[in-house]
């Protein structure tokens, strides 16, 4: 099992940028595909971008392709979320979250992933 931790959010304005860090405990984490998923008021949780077991393969929803990155440092046991351009829309909720690599489900689906953190806030003012 993992544990993951959020942390980075905060208030920004339009235009701003903003990194995103999660840190895992527990299992060797790169045993462990990761995922960021956010959650606006009144909303669902959707995906953000995936990255496999190594950081080679990253994917990304179209709405934040381009504009943000995934990463992810597996030495120490940390996924990031680089964010640039951010506009209010971007405004939720973030939540790293992470699945076995061994288990076969998919990356852009929240039943996709066993272990969730408990999220950070990020407020983008227009």
């Known amino acids: 099992q993992v544990q993951l931790a959020e942390s980075g959010g905060g208030l920004v304005q339009t235009g701003d940028s903003l990194r995103l860090s999660c840190a895992a405990s527990?299992?060797?984490?790169?045993?462990?595909?990761a995922g960021w998923f956010r959650q606006a008021p009144g909303k669902e949780r959707d995906f953000v971008a995936g990255?496999?077991?190594?950081?080679?393969?990253?994917y990304y929803a179209d709405s934040v392709k381009g504009r943000f990155t995934i990463s992810r440092d597996n030495a120490n046991n940390m996924v990031y979320l680089q964010m640039h351009s951010l506009y209010p829309e971007d405004t939720a909720v973030y939540y790293c979250?992470?699945?076995?690599?061994?288990?076969?489900?998919?990356?852009?689906?929240?039943?996709?992933?066993?272990?969730w953190g408990q999220g950070t806030q990020v407020t983008v003012s227009s």
């Open positions: 979250a992470a699945q076995s690599k061994y288990v076969s489900a998919s990356t852009r689906l929240i039943s996709g992933y066993d272990y």
């Open positions: 527990g299992d060797t984490f790169s045993n462990y595909r």
């Open positions: 990255i496999n077991w190594s950081g080679f393969n990253t």
